[in-house]
């Protein structure tokens, strides 16, 4: 199950969610994580039981798997996306710790220069704030192919990757050049009756 799944018709329920240790708090009588999945972050409380004696084992961003009962949330996070319920736990299994993080992947005060942001780019994406721009340019790309498949168009996908070709000598970079086969392509379609024809490319 993922957290956007949750809903009012599984409060009081038990349900398992699976994910990354996305913060850690500890208030000495009651313990959070903050579990973050594919599609969201939710709150988990941990009062009571082994879950709540092993919590000093848990790091940021390991693999985590909570089994626990949907609770209306008392405090509404803003660092949340499902903000009307939490996870009261019940059971915690650790299924991969991470090691101490090079980088931030919880967005606050500390501003991460984008050299080593770019270094570390595999932890930097799981930011909320840049997997959220992978997901808009999805959705605009989506949103463009299904406007002109409405309109009777075909899309076309031209190679992104040539091989260099040699030209007196010299690499021929200008007509190999990725975005001129586009151009080159295109004509060709077009005299081949594809007349109504559709690309995107970054």
Same mark, same amino acid.
């Given at each position: 199950?993922?957290?956007?799944?949750?809903?009012?018709?599984?409060?009081?329920?038990?349900?398992?969610?699976?994910?990354?240790?996305?913060?850690?708090?500890?208030?000495?009588?009651?313990?959070?994580?903050?579990?973050?999945?594919?599609?969201?972050?939710?709150?988990?409380? $941990?009062?009571?039981?082994? &879950?709540?004696?092993?919590?000093?084992?848990?790091?940021?961003?390991?693999? /985590? =798997? *909570?089994?626990? !009962?949907?609770?209306?949330?008392?405090?509404?996070?803003?660092?949340?996306?499902?903000?009307?319920?939490?996870?009261?736990?019940?059971?915690?299994?650790?299924?991969?710790?991470?090691?101490?993080?090079?980088?931030?992947?919880?967005?606050?005060?500390?501003?991460?220069?984008?050299?080593?942001?770019?270094?570390?780019?595999?932890?930097?994406?799981?930011?909320?704030?840049?997997?959220?721009?992978?997901? $808009?340019?999805?959705?605009? &790309?989506?949103?463009?192919?299904?406007?002109?498949?409405?309109?009777?168009? /075909? =899309? *076309?996908?031209? !190679?992104?990757?040539?091989?260099?070709?040699?030209?007196?000598?010299?690499?021929?970079?200008?007509?190999?050049?990725?975005?001129?086969?586009?151009?080159?392509?295109?004509?060709?379609?077009?005299?081949?009756?594809?007349?109504?024809?559709?690309?995107?490319?970054?």
């Amino acid at each position: 199950m993922y957290t956007s799944e949750i809903k009012n018709s599984l409060e009081g329920k038990k349900i398992t969610l699976r994910g990354w240790a996305h913060e850690l708090r500890d208030l000495a009588k009651i313990k959070f994580v903050l579990l973050r999945d594919e599609e969201g972050i939710i709150q988990c409380a $941990i009062k009571t039981g082994k &879950a709540f004696d092993n919590f000093g084992e848990l790091s940021q961003e390991s693999v /985590i =798997e *909570i089994t626990g !009962n949907v609770k209306k949330a008392q405090v509404k996070s803003p660092e949340v996306s499902v903000k009307d319920f939490e996870i009261e736990v019940v059971e915690l299994n650790l299924l991969n710790k991470a090691e101490v993080l090079p980088i931030q992947v919880v967005e606050k005060d500390i501003d991460t220069g984008l050299a080593k942001r770019l270094d570390y780019r595999s932890l930097d994406i799981r930011k909320p704030r840049v997997s959220t721009i992978f997901k $808009i340019q999805s959705t605009i &790309a989506n949103s463009f192919r299904e406007f002109f498949y409405k309109k009777g168009f /075909i =899309e *076309i996908r031209r !190679n992104i990757l040539t091989e260099m070709l040699i030209w007196h000598n010299h690499p021929n970079c200008i007509n190999n050049c990725a975005q001129l086969v586009g151009v080159k392509y295109f004509p060709l379609l077009l005299c081949g009756e594809q007349k109504n024809i559709i690309h995107q490319g970054i």
